[in-house]
C-alpha cells in the first residue's frame, strides 16, 4: 500500500511540474487546473471570507466590466452578509446553515457592468470539444430595480461569446420581505475548434442593470458545475 502511495504522490508531483508553465497573465488569481479523469473538483463558494484571498483558484472579480479586482483592493471586499443591504462590494451572500455564494451588491458606480470570472487549464492530457456549465443565480430582491448576469465563453481571456439562452434578470418590483431565490441555468458550449491538452478557456458572468430606480438587489452565483467532454466521452467533471 505504502509503495502504491509512493508511486500516485510522484505522479501527482510529476503532474504538478507540468503544470508549472501555465503561469496565468497578470488579473487572474491562478487558473482552476483540471488534471484527473475521475476527480470531482466542487465550486460551493462555501469558504469564502470576503478577502480577495480567499477567491477560489481561477476565480476574478471585475467591478468596472474591464479590470480585475486584486489583493490591493482589499476595500471592495466585504465580509458575508445575509441580505438587505446597499453597500456597494463583492460579499459573499450568506444563504444560511454555512451555505455562501460568490456575490456582489451592485451601485451605480460599481458591478454596473461588472463580473465574475473563472480561467481554466485543460490539463487533463486531451482535446476538449464540449464544455458543459452548470451553477445557480441567488437573488435577494429587495429593491425596485432588475439587474442581468449573463454567462459569456473566452478562447483567449478577452474575446466574449454571449450565450443568450441561460440570460438572467432580477425582478424588477422588489420584495416584501425579500428572501433569497435559487434560479438553476445550465448549457453546453460546442466548441468548433477544440480545447487542445493544456490549453485555457474562460467563462465569465456579466453583470449590468436592466431597468428600474433606486437601489439595487443583491446577487450572486453559486454551485458552479464544469464538465470538460472529449469526442469520444467524459474527460473531468468539476462541481
Ligand atoms: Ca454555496
Ligand atoms: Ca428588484
Ligand atoms: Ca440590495
Not at 451588491?105 to 487549464?121: C, D, K, L, R, W
Not at 430595480?145 to 434578470?169: C, K, N
Not at 480545447?195 to 458572468?205: C, I, M, Q, S, T
Request: glycine share 8%; net charge negative; proline share 5%.
Amino acid at each position: 500500500m505504502f509503495i502504491l502511495w509512493k508511486v500516485k504522490r510522484v505522479l501527482q508531483l510529476s503532474w504538478c511540474l507540468l503544470l508549472l508553465p501555465l503561469v496565468p497573465p497578470s488579473g487572474y488569481a491562478s487558473d482552476m487546473v483540471i488534471t484527473n479523469r475521475k476527480q470531482r473538483f466542487c465550486e460551493t463558494f462555501d469558504t469564502l471570507e470576503g478577502t480577495f484571498e480567499s477567491l477560489p483558484a481561477g476565480f476574478a472579480v471585475s467591478k468596472d466590466g474591464s479590470n480585475c479586482l486584486s489583493a490591493a483592493d482589499s476595500g471592495d471586499f466585504k465580509a458575508p452578509h445575509a441580505g438587505g443591504t446597499s453597500e456597494g462590494a463583492c460579499r459573499p451572500w450568506d444563504l444560511g446553515d454555512g451555505n455562501l455564494a460568490l456575490g456582489y451588491q451592485p451601485t451605480s458606480a460599481e458591478f454596473t457592468p461588472g463580473f465574475f470570472m473563472v480561467s481554466i487549464s485543460n490539463a487533463t492530457g486531451e482535446a476538449v470539444g464540449l464544455v458543459e456549465v452548470a451553477y445557480q443565480v441567488v437573488c435577494y430582491n429587495n429593491e425596485n430595480r432588475s439587474s442581468s448576469l449573463d454567462l459569456e465563453y473566452s478562447r483567449d481571456g478577452s474575446a466574449f461569446t454571449r450565450i443568450p439562452s441561460v440570460s438572467y434578470s432580477s425582478p424588477m418590483r422588489e420584495e416584501n420581505p425579500a428572501h433569497w431565490a435559487v434560479t438553476a441555468r445550465s448549457t453546453a458550449i460546442h466548441l468548433r475548434k477544440p480545447l487542445a491538452a493544456r490549453g485555457r478557456f474562460w467563462l465569465r458572468w456579466y453583470a449590468d442593470d436592466n431597468g428600474g430606480s433606486g437601489s439595487r438587489d443583491e446577487y450572486g452565483i453559486d454551485n458552479v458545475t464544469i464538465t470538460l467532454r472529449s469526442r469520444r466521452g467524459l474527460v473531468i467533471t468539476i462541481e
